[in-house]
């Protein structure tokens, strides 16, 4: 099994900066697309970027220019830099991984994280 756990949740003003961190682990993987998604309260969960193997991204339009994500192969570790929160940015961030376990021809697999939740006052 391929675990997925967050971390870099919080709280900040309006305005503010957080980084999240998603790594990986598990044994005989290979990681293709990965991102990041939200959920607030009484919401249904959101998109809020991916990032493929090959590093191409998307984002939804209401983070556009606002947050980056990005991926360390090596350390199978994806990112989200969210700059000039806003309070409607609040909700559970969730990692998300497409990818292949590496035995038996080949097996996919998509996982979860268990969520880190991100709190901008206004």
């Known amino acids: 099994q391929v675990q997925l756990v967050e971390s870099g949740g919080g709280l900040v003003q309006a305005g503010g900066s957080l980084r999240l961190s998603c790594a990986a682990s598990?044994?005989?993987?290979?990681?293709?697309?990965m991102g990041w998604y939200r959920q607030a309260p009484g919401k249904q969960r959101e998109l809020v970027a991916t990032?493929?193997?090959?590093?191409?991204?998307n984002y939804a339009d209401s983070v556009k220019g606002r947050f980056t994500i990005s991926r360390d192969n090596a350390k199978n570790t994806v990112y989200l830099q969210m700059n000039s929160l806003k309070p409607a940015d609040t909700g559970a961030y969730y990692c998300?991984?497409?990818?292949?376990?590496?035995?038996?021809?080949?097996?996919?697999?998509?996982?979860w994280g268990q969520g880190t939740q991100v709190t901008v006052s206004s």
């Open positions: 598990g044994s005989m993987f290979r990681l293709n697309a």
């Open positions: 998300n991984a497409d990818g292949i376990r590496l035995f038996l021809g080949g097996i996919p697999f998509n996982s």
């Open positions: 990032i493929s193997s090959d590093g191409s991204t």
